[in-house]
């Protein structure tokens, strides 16, 4: 059974840039999954924001207007999300997750992130 | 972009009740819906793919059920650890994947 663990700043100021990153605890990062990011803004629901294949494609929601940035490092076993230009409504639980299809049957514990000055 | 809209927003039910949930499209979406179950403070969990594939392990009791713009998730006899908040996805026509807004299943 895939762990995956996020890790972030958990305090972000308005207009920086927040980096986050899944660690994946096995090699299933260089076999065929998607690897997505989705999050939960307080008292919400869930948001898809981006996946990556593994053969690097890669697709963003709308709603980052053209924010974000997901990658991977199979050497370290990784998958990281870069937003800039974060604002108050970043702030949310953002998980990791992954799935053979869109479809996600792993997930991570998820990784706090506020927003503020 | 599909948008899922799920109903009850919150449905109260007394353990060993039927619990029924809805989530339907904007648009079809074949029988590309999941649906997970998320619990406060823990990760989600798939339950069903493909509309009604239940994930391993998963309980008997829980079914997924239609096609093109209607979905169901049944739960046939609600037990203590099924409270929580229930989510459908579609993965018909992305991006965007979208969720829909979650059922809230608390205890009556």
């Known amino acids: 059974q895939v762990q995956l663990q996020e890790s972030g700043p958990g305090l972000v100021r308005p207009s920086e840039t927040l980096s986050l990153t899944c660690a994946v605890s096995?090699?299933?990062?260089?076999?065929?999954?998607?690897w997505a990011w989705i999050r939960q803004s307080p008292g919400k629901g869930l948001e898809w924001i981006a996946i990556i294949y593994y053969s690097g494609t890669t697709y963003y929601s709308p709603s980052l207007k053209s924010r974000g940035t997901i990658s991977f490092d199979m050497s370290k076993k990784h998958i990281s999300l870069r937003l800039t230009s974060v604002t108050a409504t970043d702030t949310a639980l953002y998980y990791c997750a992954r799935g053979r299809g869109p479809v996600f049957d792993s997930w991570g514990q998820g990784t706090l992130v506020t927003v503020s000055s | 972009e599909i948008v899922l809209t799920q109903s009850p927003a919150t449905l109260s039910v007394s353990p060993g009740e039927r619990a029924t949930l809805s989530c339907r499209a904007s648009?079809?979406?074949?029988?590309?819906v999941a649906w997970y179950q998320h619990k406060p403070g823990q990760a989600p969990r798939l339950l069903i793919s493909?509309?009604?594939t239940r994930a391993t392990g998963l309980p008997a009791r829980f079914s997924g059920s239609g096609s093109g713009t209607d979905f169901t998730l049944t739960i046939s006899s609600v037990q203590s650890e099924d409270f929580a908040v229930y989510y459908c996805q579609q993965y018909n026509d992305w991006p965007p994947l979208t969720f829909g807004g979650g059922t809230k299943v608390e205890i009556k």
């Open positions: 648009q079809s979406v074949s029988i590309n």
């Open positions: 096995d090699n299933s990062i260089s076999s065929p999954y998607y």
């Open positions: 493909g509309a009604s």
